[in-house]
């Protein structure tokens, strides 16, 4: 087993990938001119985030300060500066250096930065760590401020979210008055080990680590916390009688043993996968294997027994988390959008760290699917959830009272360019099919790939050499999916026989010169997919897929409910690609059972049998469903 | 349509009816003997229920007292009252009047009785209506006292509840400081009812209908108390600012709107079943036609859209509430005991007030399935939900802290002769088919009936009239359930052409004698039911029944996981009694799919087609699921 160090691959910075994708590159205008104005109008209107951040709220007034709303804040600053790292607009930069201002105007003098704490519960500073998100605040905080150093040079916020650092740091440093305690939704580790990596301050990495290594230590910190303050949480906690209840608590938020020590996804989704990318961070870092074979343990403990299809995780809505193992229900599972955001972040940094490509499979899965499902065609609506079937009653908010998701999608596809590449010494590794260009430095000069494909409406991709002086050796790695049946690989047109397929790339070392070209077939057949007979929602059901795009039906293309659309397991399935948008469709005869007169006489249960007749069955992309109004949704299909 | 007072039928008193019958007689047996103990035992332990009623309990001592434990009290004295007004169990009797004056010490000098607010929040009663259950635990209470006082003459608890009723009316009545509130939880307005009748206090009624009344009301009442208290609620609850989490807030609790306007069943399901009941209640007690009207709605909402197969109400288990109509999730779901409890309670006054004979078909529906499925073959372990199907993690629990099924399911089953018969003018009505006798009293004289029937083992039952004197003139009604196909009915050996089914019951009229035997064969075939085509999670699937039973498939019958069953719709499914328990299990040729290689590798999702095998089939009645070690379970199975 690879250990912790033996490989490293980075993400390249922003400012080295362009992106002109027919696929990505409307979505993330549309995240730039519309989701992040929109979302911009959300957080200012009255008495909301920006307006918060004054401090004049004062109690009896109405709209008391959210827990939340720092994040908010610092989600939209951290998205609006990836826009703003590749793009020129200065009335967003505008936009957001006002934000920076309102929220250096809410630091306190010691550096300390969350309005709740300061206008509605003064004095309580960190004694709710479980319920109230002070820490997973300020994490976020301190993501923006890194990001917006890095995109715009500019250190006015990370000045800010550093003196807030310090500040933790002192309070829970190992002689802290709060040592030993950590927050109830995990975030500021991870944010932690970006600040150290911005600002080269091992502390900052320490304390990061301080806070994953006390999760788990025994007494236990949220039980300790509850006691000592004697009243219930912000959300109304109350410290749990019963034993499983009591287990139920710990696990909510993974503090239920010692971080090294997990091996089941438990509790709160988002929680799991901002800890788990912590823990990867942290096992790189220090080149720590029991942290590396611990989230290799949860890694397969979650693709293989608790992932959605689309890459949503979460079956659990009362906890918004993990179920027990294959328990995958479709219109009542979860499937949080920032769940599958969080999952794209911790495949990254497990590929990364490892160098293998089959994170990145499920990282697609993820991004192209319950992540994309997350907002609107339009995108100034979102879901929270992204269940596997609606029965009609689904359909995306404008915002939400917890308005993490909205937020999270927007940095996360403005900062894509981070997901497409990856440099490893000596090696360039294309991890996603986006057309556009990436600039890699290595030892023997700088080269330009230029990526250009259809893709996923295709399978076809060509990597040009658009840029290499006079030749550069390096190792070009260009990742397989798992799903490609016969990929082929040519360079400069000729076959690559057996192209060497390892750790899920195709690997090409060679001196590299400027007009070289690469091209691949994945291929792009539809495919029927089938889950593990261990999984009941599916049983009898199956799901159509090409390239990475799960499909679902939708009763808009329909003139029955899409539950009772059943697709032989021996017709073929035509793809339809939309001549005007691109958008693929697909499209087969099937049958259904939702005659009018079935049941009985409309009365709930009857002993009439359902009859069956012929129709032909329409499957769009899961990511585009309910953009047509109210409608009936399902992915699994009975066969 | 019926107006609210046209018909009117009474529960026979407890002590007017006797059972021996062999499916009940023993499971009552069982909830006296061992159940109740076993409760008692729960109740006793140090720092529980009974302890915190000496009031001793100080602020940072452990064990702080619940906000339910008085109805845990109320609803196991309630339980032990029914058994001891038919048993003689002097043990129980000496146990109940423990309890009672543990009560009686309690209650404070003005007649307040809550342990909660008198030793954790004093200074805070009644502020906290929404959250804290102050008045359901008080109906609870009163319950207890009305039944106590029926079972044994005695006035003890009697005394105590009016006392506390004597308050609640004054802080309550129409001047008073809390005039127009209501509890979060309803109860408290059936049991003003019960209290009216017991001790003919129109007041009490008067009360009652208010809380009815005043509930969704505008200002709405929980938000203005919200707003004054200007803290959480009991469960941290905050005045919600999106409208369609306002909207989710009022319905929860049915506060949304005025009761008698109401026609769609939402929000948590006890709470709409007590309050149903009680609508149902006054609308009698009032001649009240809009509430009926709203109840008859209700129903129809109810039983049409809402309604498990089991009689099981509630699918979303968030809310402990109604989804959507035709939302009917089975592993997902949420189906409370309480909730079958509750709309046993509600059918029972449906069916009493209109004299329909299908309410009484919901009513034995939950009652044989989803209220009977509650509690484990020995009596001590309960479940709190009863999904229609489990992937094998669900197992019933010893005791909850938030404890209402277990002494629900006892006060139940301990008062079933109240459901087995009814009396109306001139009119005896058998809704039940259980063995054992009543005593009806006419104008024209006492008539005592014998009722035998080995049902729902077998669907013949016998009716002889033992005691009549020289004869009386009655109206004898047999309720005919709906599932019965072809019902034959004979008068002393006579048949009775064309039995004269009306309102699902076969009445006849004429002057009844000593040794006059009716005898009535229902059938007992088994039948394959569909469920409507908009239910989406039995799209596919079909269950069995056989007379009021449900059957479930289990794991521990087979050797495949159950969702992986398939039956076909021509095989046939045969019935096999059991000669040593008299159960009746059914059992049929069938297919799985869940071979061990299908799916791919054991990876979660593959491009491998599962295969099936042939398996016999064995299906176990719903209610009796789970008492076999943890398995894996479904009711709906796959055509």
Redesign the interface.
């Known amino acids: 087993m690879t250990s912790a160090a033996a490989v490293r691959r980075e993400p390249l910075p922003l400012t080295a990938v362009t992106i002109d994708d027919e696929f990505w590159a409307p979505r993330r205008e549309l995240i730039r001119t519309r989701t992040l104005r929109h979302q911009e109008g959300q957080l200012r209107r009255p008495g909301q985030q920006f307006d918060a951040l004054s401090l004049s709220w004062r109690?009896?007034d109405p709209d008391e300060p959210h827990i939340f709303w720092e994040s908010d804040v610092a989600k939209w600053i951290e998205a609006a500066s990836y826009c703003l790292a590749t793009t020129d607009d200065p009335e967003l930069d505008r936009a957001v250096d006002e934000a920076i201002e309102l929220l250096a105007g809410a630091q306190q003098d010691d550096g300390y930065l969350n309005v709740y704490f300061t206008v509605v519960k003064p004095g309580e500073r960190f004694t709710d760590l479980r319920d109230a998100h002070e820490l997973y605040c300020a994490g976020h905080l301190i993501e923006a401020g890194v990001a917006h150093f890095e995109a715009t040079g500019k250190t006015r916020l990370l000045d800010v979210v550093r003196r807030y650092a310090d500040l933790i740091d002192t309070v829970f440093g190992a002689d802290g008055p709060r040592a030993g305690g950590y927050c109830g939704h995990q975030e500021i580790e991870l944010a932690l080990v970006k600040l150290y990596r911005v600002t080269g301050e091992r502390r900052y990495l320490d304390l990061g680590r301080r806070f994953i290594d006390w999760r788990g230590e025994q007494p236990y910190s949220f039980e300790a916390e509850l006691r000592r303050r004697?009243t219930?949480?912000?959300?109304?906690?109350r410290l749990?009688?019963?034993p499983?209840?009591l287990r139920r608590f710990r696990e909510y938020n993974q503090s239920h043993q010692p971080a090294a020590d997990q091996a089941e996804a438990v509790g709160h989704s988002v929680r799991a996968m901002y800890m788990y990318s912590a823990m990867t961070d942290l096992a790189g870092e220090y080149g720590d294997d029991r942290l590396l074979q611990a989230v290799r343990r949860l890694w397969a403990d979650v693709?293989?027994?608790k992932?959605y299809?689309t890459g949503g995780l979460g079956s659990d809505?009362?906890i918004e988390g993990f179920g027990?193992a294959?328990?995958l229900?479709d219109?009542?599972?979860y499937a949080e959008t920032c769940a599958a955001i969080g999952l794209v972040q911790w495949a990254r940094r497990m590929s990364d760290l490892t160098g293998h490509g089959h994170y990145v499979d499920v990282l697609e899965r993820a991004l192209y699917n319950g992540v994309l499902s997350g907002a609107s065609a339009d995108g100034t609506r979102y879901f929270y959830g992204n269940p596997l079937?609606s029965?009609g009653?689904v359909t995306r908010?404008e915002?939400?009272?917890c308005a993490c998701c909205p937020p999270n999608l927007a940095r996360l596809l403005s900062e894509l360019g981070r997901y497409v590449y990856a440099q490893g010494p000596g090696e360039a590794v294309v991890n996603l099919y986006v057309a556009g260009t990436a600039r890699f430095t290595f030892a023997g000069g700088e080269v330009t790939l230029r990526q250009d494909t259809a893709y996923p409406r295709e399978g076809r991709l060509a990597i040009t050499v658009t840029h290499a002086g006079d030749g550069v050796d390096f190792a070009l790695a260009v990742r397989i999916p798992g799903w490609s049946r016969r990929p082929t690989v040519t360079v400069n047109g000729e076959p690559v026989d057996r192209p060497g397929l390892r750790d899920g790339y195709c690997t090409l070392s060679r001196r590299w010169r400027t007009g070289d070209v690469v091209e691949i077939d994945l291929g792009m057949e539809i495919?029927?997919?089938?889950?593990?007979?261990?999984?009941?929602a599916t049983?009898?059901k199956?799901?159509l897929e090409r390239g990475p795009i799960v499909f679902c039906l939708e009763g808009v293309d329909h003139d029955c409910?899409v539950?009772?659309l059943?697709l032989a397991?021996d017709v073929p399935v035509h793809a339809v690609p939309d001549e005007r948008t691109g958008v693929v469709t697909l499209s087969a005869d099937a049958t259904t059972?939702?005659?009018v007169d079935?049941?009985t006489d409309?009365?709930?249960?009857?002993?009439?049998?359902?009859a069956r007749r012929g129709v032909t069955m329409t499957a769009v992309p899961y990511f585009s469903w309910a953009n047509r109004g109210l409608s009936?949704m399902?992915v699994w299909i009975?066969e």
Do not use: C, E
């Open positions: 109690p009896g004697g219930p949480g912000y959300f109304g906690t749990p009688r019963k499983d209840d693709t293989d027994k992932l299809i809505p009362r027990p294959y328990d229900p219109a009542h599972g079937a029965h009653t908010q915002w939400f009272d495919r029927r997919t089938w889950a593990h007979p261990a999984v009941a049983a009898g199956v799901a409910a539950h009772s059943v397991r059972d939702a005659t079935a049941g409309g009365s709930l249960y009857g002993d009439r049998p359902p009936d399902t009975r």
